[in-house]
Every structure is written in structure tokens, then in C-alpha cells.
């Protein structure tokens, strides 16, 4: 008797316990091809927030973004927020840098928030204040259950709805520029304008594909012919946009736009984490005249508000803490140390 009703007791605590998430999706080391190549898998919230209203109409408080400072696409989101002056506007929600299991019984692993589970509180990190889940596997689970591509950062939630609105990074950048001027404190900053579309538009492509995804493509490899193929195009579009900033200050032309944002990402994580993680090693950025003044001079641009959407002990902790098929002894290095708020040389284009 006593047996059973302890069984019993144990049955009844188990059921309180939170159950592990019945994830369906995947995790980026499962998007290579059979000859070793990263193929990134598209986004698939794509719904829009406008001004004029509608399914997802602007608001102040309404929505939430999830972000981790290391990815270089919720940081890009991060920097126009703050660009725009719209953090009392949008609420953010900050996973921890270091993956860890989301799945009972699998090796998955992915983006966690701060919880009691860690009682080491990292800085910057902070809970779900939405479903008080422990991973963001578990928040795309509660909004959909049959989600099975990638439990990605950054997420761009509607409160009201409690819908996923977006989780594509270049479109939500896009809707704070210029959806959320009525509440934004620097609403006349255009990121993308008008008389600079055609050189923006230039420049997107090549930078997304050569570098911003190519130290991915190149990191992630699992043969040599793909990793060799995918290093020589990263380091033709460095070299090519240093030529472009040999005669002229930003990237798309004279003035500070969202291109500077797109390149910038990743030429503020290379030298501390492409470069060795991802053996993307034939240079580093402080190699590069222009280049290195040019990640200065946009690190410094409107009085130093995107410095703080660049966190380097998030970065350097989440590549070197997470990425175990890489890094099996998960060992963070401790440098190479790159000030971004020292003297640059960009003022030499200055009318």
C-alpha cells in the first residue's frame, strides 16, 4: 500500500513539473548540404506592422522583440531601435549567449532566456515576460505548435495577439524605420531614403551573400572544397568593399545609412570571432585601412548610440560557448582586443 500511494505522489509530481518541449524544428548544424555546404533556411513570419493600421497596426507598447546581442541580426534590429529613439516604444526581451539543451532526450540546442535554472543572472539577459518559458523553442511552441524550421532570433511578437509577427530580420529593420515615426523621438531619420535606393539596393545583395552570410557559409562548411569555395567569395567582398571605401565614406555613398548597419554587423564581430571560430583567417579587419577606420567611424555615428547594441562578452561567449561540433571544449579566448571608439580617418570625405 505504502508503495502505491508513493507512486502515486511521485506521478502527481511529476505531472507538475514542466514538461519538455515538443520541438519539431531544427538547428542550423542541420542545414548543410551533402557536399558540406550551409544553406541557410528562409524566414517564415513575414507579416508587417504599418502606420496606416490593419492586421498589425504601430503602437507604442504593443509589440516585443526578442534578441540576442551575439546574433548580427537582432543586433542590426537593435541598432535602428535605438537610431529611431524608439525604446520606450518597443519592448525587448534578451535570451542568454550560451545555447544550451531544449530538448529532453536529443542533442538539440538553441536560445534560452534567464531563468532560475541559471543562477548565474548574465548581464543583459532577461526572462520571457510574455509565456515565462524557459527556451525560445518553447516560446515559437506557444505561439505555433507545428513550427519546424529554426527556433531563430530575432522575433518581432504582437502583445495583443500574441502572434508572431516577424522574424526576418532586413524587413523588421525596415518597419522601424519608418512605421513607428509617430511615436519614435528621431522620426525624420530616413536609413533607407528615397534618393539613395538604387546605391542601397547595390550594395544589399553582394554584402548579404559574400559576407554577412559567407563568415556563416564559410564556419559552417563540412568539406574543404566547400569551405575553400565559400572563403575565397567572403574575402573578394572585404576586399571589395574596401575598394568602395577607398573613395568614399560609407558604404552605399556620402552619408551614414542602414547599408552602413548591414556591414557593419559583421565586420564588428570578425577579428574577435570569425576570424579564428570560423577560420575565416586569411586577414582581420584591422588589417584593412579603410575598413577598420570605416567600422570606427559607424561605431561612433549619432553620439555613440549603437555602441550598447554591441555587446562583445555576448558575442564572444555565444560562438565560442555554443557552437560544440566547432568548438567541442567550448575554450573562449580572451582576444583580440579592438577599441571601435578610437580616432578614425573617415573625416577626410567630409564636405
Known amino acids: 500500500m505504502a508503495k502505491s500511494e508513493g507512486n502515486k505522489h511521485e506521478a502527481e509530481d511529476a505531472a507538475e513539473k514542466p514538461q519538455a518541449t515538443k520541438v519539431k524544428g531544427k538547428s ?23 502606420a496606416e493600421g490593419g492586421k498589425f497596426p504601430a503602437a507604442a507598447g504593443r509589440y516585443l522583440l526578442v534578441i540576442s546581442y551575439a546574433c548580427p541580426w537582432a543586433s542590426r ?104 515615426n509617430a511615436y519614435a523621438d528621431n522620426p525624420a531619420l530616413d536609413l533607407w531614403p528615397a534618393d539613395l535606393k538604387e546605391a542601397q539596393d547595390a550594395v544589399y545583395q553582394w554584402i548579404y551573400d559574400d559576407i554577412n552570410n559567407g563568415v ?27 575598394r568602395i571605401l577607398d573613395g568614399q565614406r560609407f558604404i552605399a555613398g556620402d552619408r551614414f545609412t542602414g547599408s552602413d548597419i548591414q556591414l557593419c554587423v559583421t565586420l564588428w564581430r570578425f577579428d574577435a570571432v570569425y576570424h579564428t571560430h570560423f577560420k575565416c583567417n586569411r586577414k582581420l579587419i584591422r588589417e584593412y585601412p579603410n ?29 565560442y560557448g555554443s557552437h560544440i561540433k566547432i568548438n567541442p571544449y567550448l575554450i573562449v579566448p580572451p582576444g583580440p582586443a579592438f577599441d571601435f571608439n578610437e580616432p578614425h580617418d573617415r573625416d577626410r570625405f567630409a564636405k
Not at 28 to 50: M, N, P, W
Not at 84 to 105: N, T
Not at 216 to 226: D, M, N, S, V
Open 28 to 50: 542550423s548544424f542541420e542545414e548543410i548540404s551533402k557536399s558540406g555546404e550551409y544553406q541557410r533556411s528562409a524566414s517564415v513570419f513575414r507579416d508587417h506592422i504599418t
Open 291 to 319: 575598413l577598420r577606420n570605416y567600422a570606427r567611424d559607424v561605431y561612433q555615428q549619432h553620439g555613440g548610440k549603437l555602441a550598447p547594441t554591441v555587446k562583445m562578452d555576448h558575442i564572444k561567449d555565444h560562438y
Open 77 to 180: 534590429c537593435m541598432a535602428v531601435r535605438a537610431l529611431k529613439g524608439l525604446e520606450k516604444v518597443i519592448e525587448v526581451a534578451v535570451v542568454r549567449p550560451k545555447w544550451d539543451s531544449i530538448a529532453e532526450g536529443t542533442d538539440l540546442r538553441g536560445w534560452v532566456f534567464q531563468t532560475a535554472d541559471y543562477p548565474d543572472c548574465y548581464p543583459g539577459a532577461t526572462v520571457d515576460p510574455i509565456f515565462g518559458v524557459r527556451t525560445l523553442a518553447d516560446f515559437y511552441v506557444h505561439v505555433d505548435p507545428e513550427h519546424t524550421t529554426k527556433y531563430s532570433v530575432p522575433v518581432l511578437f504582437c502583445k495583443e495577439t500574441k502572434q508572431i509577427v516577424n522574424n526576418e530580420s532586413s524587413e523588421i529593420i525596415r518597419m522601424f524605420n519608418s512605421e513607428f
Open 216 to 242: 556563416y557559409k564559410t564556419g559552417f562548411a563540412t568539406t574543404q572544397t566547400a569551405y575553400e569555395r565559400n572563403l575565397e567569395k567572403l574575402f573578394a567582398g572585404l576586399d571589395r568593399a574596401e
